[in-house]
């Protein structure tokens, strides 16, 4: 089985080389949405910060992260191309904060990351029944060369 591939400039083939280039800064915020609006944080901000945000200069996406056991602690993340000089964070920072004020109870923390993307193969090496049979016959022909 291929092991999981982490894009960088550097070892990235032709093929993912736009890969390569997606997300090098991060904007993470993390707050506590208001009460009852965790679900509509959940269904509405990744699309309207797409729609909002895809103008700006450098703007790869972004994901939503919900804790398991409290729905109300959310982590929002967007993601830039390149390495963004701190006039360009400040700007995006207010931007993306602007952007889920409505939901936010109150703001935890607000950082900018250098991000790094790790990118399993599109497609498994091997369907997963044949891998299973693999091992089974592996595990089996080991137990047999002790018994004997």
């Known amino acids: 089985m291929e092991p999981v591939r982490t894009l960088t400039a550097r070892n990235a083939s032709a093929k993912n080389s736009a890969a390569a280039d997606f997300c090098c800064t991060a904007i993470g915020i993390e707050f506590v949405a208001k009460p009852h609006f965790a679900q509509h944080v959940r269904a509405l901000v990744p699309a309207a910060a797409n729609a909002a945000l895809a103008d700006l200069a450098g703007f790869a996406g ?79 022909a080991s137990r047999r060369a002790h018994v004997t």
Do not use: K
């Not at 409290?70 to 390149?82: A, D, P, S």
């Not at 000089?85 to 920072?93: G, I, L, P």
């Not at 790094?116 to 089996?140: G, K, W």
């Open 62 to 140: 972004c994901a939503l992260l919900v804790a398991e056991q409290e729905e109300r602690l959310i982590t929002f993340l967007t993601f830039w191309h390149g390495r963004l000089d701190s006039a360009a964070v400040a700007c995006n920072r207010r931007g993306v904060c602007q952007l889920i004020e409505p939901y936010m109870d109150r703001q935890l923390r607000i950082q900018t990351l250098r991000s790094q993307l790790a990118i399993s193969p599109s497609e498994p090496v091997a369907p997963v029944a044949h891998v299973a049979a693999v091992a089974d016959e592996v595990l089996f």
